[in-house]
Structures are given as structure tokens and as C-alpha cells.
């Protein structure tokens, strides 16, 4: 047993000493290892032969959506598994537990093999469910630590052969790690619904606590899900309730007809629509509190498509200007925040049937909205009939995102 402390231990220490050596929450994304960027904006990552390899455009943008994109694909496709993972890990500590309980039958009965038994069953659960879920949630310390709470006390028993404490002492057990797999406790510590790990930081660096973000990747099991701050469990205030799927079928389909050309599947890896509204304030009265669709929150959408790699995303961009029309280039952050570093985007615009002008349904409409490319990413935002100068402000709580990055901290209120 002390052997395997040390072990342990040990591996700590390295885990410890790699951090210093880590990016954002354990991982370090190639495109933010020794980035250059060349004249054109392409970045260049210097390859094994010493020769550089173009990676495509705005590589620092290009490397947050790709953080952006995994979380929100991991979360679609091995959450679930992940989670039965973590529960399977408790059940075969509380297996153990049960099992040895069983067989206790006089005073000499327990034994220090039974404690390293119990703590062996811990840590394995720790590792698995580890394995499972990090970097997205961490349960390992969770699960160690409930096991280094019981084991001094059954320990102590053993050598004492005092059964009745070693006995007691496994049912607090059992109800410690019973309680880590309660589907409330799993629902709250590793929630889904609503998101607020990582993946809200890195939707709203600049202020996770204020934004209320709708996800959808239809493609990937018609996945939908809100991310933002859960409420406090407060008597004396009423939450939100949210009374429909975010980003359902019929508002993507409304999306996709202002996009038009914008949408490009061929070659194309993943697809995620993003809103990202203000979070609506606990009332001090029900019937103040916010009730309905998340929908009616009115939030900015943003459009992503992932590529396998920047020259495709660069042929795509190519067929899309082609199919429409631009007028420049410009920062999408407010014009007070603009910095000199700040991203230019197309400012792009292309027909569609209909018009969302008055009485001019007889004529082709016109969407305005903005497009950009980073690395194997096409963004595209700010689609409307209203054209770029009839529309200040449009950008919402879009300013806390991560694809404006040069707000964050510029004003007194976070944007």
C-alpha cells in the first residue's frame, strides 16, 4: 500500500512538473507552437525537415475555434460514454466495498490486504474515470481523495482487529461514493446542460459569466445545447426557464437561407452553429423571470465550418466570393474597441429569393453579413437584409466571443 502512494506520488510530481509546459487546461495546440506569420497573414510552423508549412491564415484565431470545435464535437459524440464510464468506475468501488462488507463475519476478519484491496478499487476508479472525462472535467481528485479519507481509519481497525469500526467505517464509505454517482451529483459537477466547463471560457474569454450561447452540429447526432453560468440555488430568486431546444432544425434552416452560398459541405469536416446572447438576470419575481425559447433571446448567430485543411477552407472561400459580391474590409468589433491588430473580415453580400424589405418580395433580396477565414475555418456572422451601415451595434454579446479577442478587458463593463 505504501508502495503504491509513492508510485502515485511520483507520478504526480511529473504530471506537476509538465504543466509549466502546457496551454489552456492541459493542451497545447500545434498552431500555437513557434507561430510566424508571413506578409499575406499565413502563418508558417517549422516542419521536421526545417522547411515551413503553410497553415493557412489568422493562425491564432484559427488555433481558438479549433479548441472551440473539439470541445463542442467531444461533447456531441463521447460525452455520454464518457459519463457511463465515470459511473461504471463507482460501481466497481462500491462492488468492492459491498463484497468485503459481506464477507466480515468475526473481530479478525479484516485485514490490511482488505485496505489495500479498497484503495487499489479507488485509484484504478480515479485512473479510469480520468481517462474518460480529462481534460474536460477532472474527477481524479475527487475519487482519490474520498479513497484517502476512509483508508487511515480502516487501517487502524485492521491492526486492531476492531471489526465493528472497520464495518462502520466501510458503510461511510459506501455512502461517499454512492453519493459521486448520484445522477443529480454527475449532472451538476459534469454538467452538459448547461455547459460551463472549458468550453465557455473559450466561447466567452472575456466574460463567460455574461453570455448565454446556443450550439448546435447537426451533423453529429443533431446535437443541441446551451452553455452559460448555471443560476445559485436561491429561495429568493427564480431562474429563467428555457422552453424549447436551442438552435433547433426550423431556426438553422432560417440561417442557412440568409448564408446562401456561404454554406459549402463539399470537403467540409464539421459544422457548428453558434448564437451568443446576454444572460438573462434571476428575477425577484416569478412572473418577472424570463420564460420561453432560447430563441427568444435574440442572439447573434455565428457559422463554422471546418475543413480538413486551409487550402480547402481557401477553395471554398474562392467558390463563395464567386457566388456573391464584396465591398471591402472590416473589423467586426465595435469601432470604439478597433485596434490596429484587429481582424478585417469580407464584407460580403449575396441574392436570394425574397426580400426582407417591405412589400418587395418581387425582388431578389439582398443578405449582408461578414465572412472570414482562419487556418481551416470559414466564420461567417452578421448575416441580414439590413445592409453593414444600417445596423450599429448589431455585434450583441458576440464582443465577449472568442473571434473578437482584442476587446477583452477594453471597457469598464467586461466587453
Given at each position: 500500500?505504501?508502495?503504491?502512494?509513492?508510485?502515485?506520488?511520483?507520478?504526480?510530481?511529473?504530471?506537476?512538473?509538465?504543466?509549466?509546459?502546457?496551454?489552456?487546461?492541459?493542451?497545447?495546440?500545434?498552431?500555437?507552437?513557434?507561430?510566424?506569420?508571413?506578409?499575406?497573414?499565413?502563418?508558417?510552423?517549422?516542419?521536421?525537415?526545417?522547411?515551413?508549412?503553410?497553415?493557412?491564415?489568422?493562425?491564432?484565431?484559427?488555433?481558438?475555434?479549433?479548441?472551440?470545435?473539439?470541445?463542442?464535437?467531444?461533447?456531441?459524440?463521447?460525452?455520454?460514454?464518457?459519463?457511463?464510464?465515470?459511473?461504471?468506475?463507482?460501481?466497481?468501488?462500491?462492488?468492492?466495498?459491498?463484497?468485503?462488507?459481506?464477507?466480515?463475519?468475526?473481530?479478525?476478519?479484516?485485514?490490511?490486504?482488505?485496505?489495500?484491496?479498497?484503495?487499489?478499487?479507488?485509484?484504478?476508479?480515479?485512473?479510469?474515470?480520468a481517462t474518460a472525462l480529462e481534460p474536460y472535467f477532472y474527477p481524479a481528485h475527487l475519487i482519490r481523495s474520498r479513497t484517502d479519507t476512509h483508508i487511515p481509519a480502516?487501517?487502524?481497525?485492521?491492526?486492531?482487529?476492531?471489526?465493528?469500526?472497520?464495518?462502520?467505517?466501510?458503510?461511510?464509505?459506501?455512502?461517499?461514493?454512492?453519493?459521486?454517482?448520484?445522477?443529480?451529483?454527475?449532472?451538476?459537477?459534469?454538467?452538459?446542460?448547461?455547459?460551463?466547463?472549458?468550453?465557455?471560457?473559450r466561447l466567452a474569454p472575456s466574460a463567460p459569466g455574461r453570455v448565454f450561447v446556443e450550439l448546435a452540429i447537426p451533423d453529429r447526432r443533431n446535437f443541441m445545447a446551451l452553455a452559460y453560468e448555471p443560476y445559485a440555488d436561491d429561495s429568493d430568486s427564480y431562474p429563467p426557464t428555457f422552453t424549447g431546444d436551442p438552435?433547433?432544425?426550423?431556426?438553422?434552416?432560417?440561417?442557412?437561407?440568409?448564408?446562401?452560398?456561404?454554406?459549402?459541405?463539399?470537403?467540409?469536416?464539421?459544422?457548428?452553429?453558434?448564437?451568443?446572447?446576454?444572460?438573462?438576470?434571476?428575477?425577484?419575481?416569478?412572473?418577472?423571470?424570463?420564460?420561453?425559447?432560447?430563441?427568444?433571446?435574440?442572439?447573434?448567430?455565428?457559422?463554422?465550418?471546418?475543413?480538413?485543411?486551409?487550402?480547402?477552407?481557401?477553395?471554398?472561400?474562392?467558390?463563395?466570393?464567386?457566388?456573391?459580391?464584396?465591398?471591402?474590409?472590416?473589423?467586426?468589433?465595435?469601432?470604439?474597441?478597433?485596434?490596429?491588430?484587429?481582424?478585417?473580415?469580407?464584407?460580403?453580400?449575396?441574392?436570394?429569393?425574397?426580400?426582407?424589405?417591405?412589400?418587395?418580395?418581387?425582388?431578389?433580396?439582398?443578405?449582408?453579413?461578414?465572412?472570414?477565414?482562419?487556418?481551416?475555418?470559414?466564420?461567417?456572422?452578421?448575416?441580414?437584409?439590413?445592409?453593414?451601415?444600417?445596423?450599429?451595434?448589431?455585434?450583441?454579446?458576440?464582443?465577449?466571443?472568442?473571434?473578437?479577442?482584442?476587446?477583452?478587458?477594453?471597457?469598464?463593463?467586461?466587453?
Amino acid at each position: 500500500m505504501q508502495q503504491r502512494r509513492r508510485t502515485i506520488l511520483a507520478s504526480l510530481g511529473t504530471v506537476a512538473g509538465l504543466a509549466g509546459c502546457l496551454n489552456v487546461d492541459g493542451v497545447t495546440y500545434p498552431d500555437e507552437l513557434d507561430n510566424r506569420t508571413d506578409s499575406d497573414g499565413n502563418n508558417g510552423t517549422s516542419s521536421d525537415d526545417g522547411t515551413d508549412r503553410v497553415t493557412g491564415p489568422h493562425p491564432s484565431l484559427a488555433a481558438a475555434t479549433r479548441a472551440v470545435v473539439a470541445d463542442a464535437v467531444w461533447f456531441a459524440v463521447s460525452y455520454e460514454n464518457a459519463i457511463e464510464v465515470y459511473r461504471e468506475a463507482i460501481s466497481d468501488v462500491l462492488a468492492t466495498v459491498s463484497s468485503l462488507r459481506e464477507s466480515i463475519n468475526e473481530p479478525t476478519t479484516p485485514t490490511v490486504d482488505m485496505v489495500e484491496q479498497l484503495e487499489a478499487a479507488g485509484y484504478d476508479a480515479a485512473d479510469r474515470a480520468a481517462t474518460a472525462l480529462e481534460p474536460y472535467f477532472y474527477p481524479a481528485h475527487l475519487i482519490r481523495s474520498r479513497t484517502d479519507t476512509h483508508i487511515p481509519a480502516l487501517t487502524r481497525s485492521a491492526h486492531r482487529n476492531d471489526a465493528d469500526r472497520f464495518v462502520e467505517e466501510l458503510d461511510r464509505m459506501h455512502l461517499s461514493f454512492f453519493q459521486i454517482r448520484t445522477p443529480i451529483y454527475i449532472s451538476d459537477r459534469f454538467s452538459r446542460d448547461p455547459i460551463h466547463n472549458r468550453l465557455l471560457d473559450r466561447l466567452a474569454p472575456s466574460a463567460p459569466g455574461r453570455v448565454f450561447v446556443e450550439l448546435a452540429i447537426p451533423d453529429r447526432r443533431n446535437f443541441m445545447a446551451l452553455a452559460y453560468e448555471p443560476y445559485a440555488d436561491d429561495s429568493d430568486s427564480y431562474p429563467p426557464t428555457f422552453t424549447g431546444d436551442p438552435l433547433p432544425e426550423a431556426r438553422r434552416m432560417t440561417l442557412r437561407e440568409r448564408l446562401g452560398p456561404v454554406t459549402q459541405s463539399t470537403g467540409r469536416t464539421e459544422e457548428l452553429f453558434c448564437t451568443f446572447a446576454a444572460r438573462p438576470d434571476a428575477a425577484s419575481r416569478q412572473r418577472n423571470a424570463f420564460e420561453g425559447p432560447p430563441g427568444d433571446l435574440d442572439g447573434t448567430p455565428l457559422y463554422i465550418q471546418q475543413y480538413s485543411d486551409s487550402a480547402t477552407a481557401s477553395d471554398r472561400l474562392d467558390s463563395i466570393l464567386n457566388a456573391g459580391d464584396t465591398e471591402g474590409r472590416e473589423p467586426i468589433a465595435p469601432e470604439s474597441a478597433t485596434s490596429n491588430d484587429t481582424l478585417a473580415w469580407h464584407r460580403y453580400y449575396h441574392r436570394e429569393a425574397g426580400s426582407d424589405r417591405t412589400d418587395l418580395d418581387e425582388f431578389a433580396g439582398v443578405q449582408y453579413g461578414y465572412l472570414l477565414q482562419a487556418g481551416e475555418f470559414l466564420l461567417a456572422t452578421g448575416f441580414s437584409g439590413d445592409a453593414w451601415e444600417e445596423r450599429p451595434r448589431w455585434q450583441g454579446q458576440l464582443t465577449n466571443s472568442w473571434v473578437i479577442p482584442s476587446l477583452a478587458g477594453t471597457s469598464e463593463d467586461g466587453i
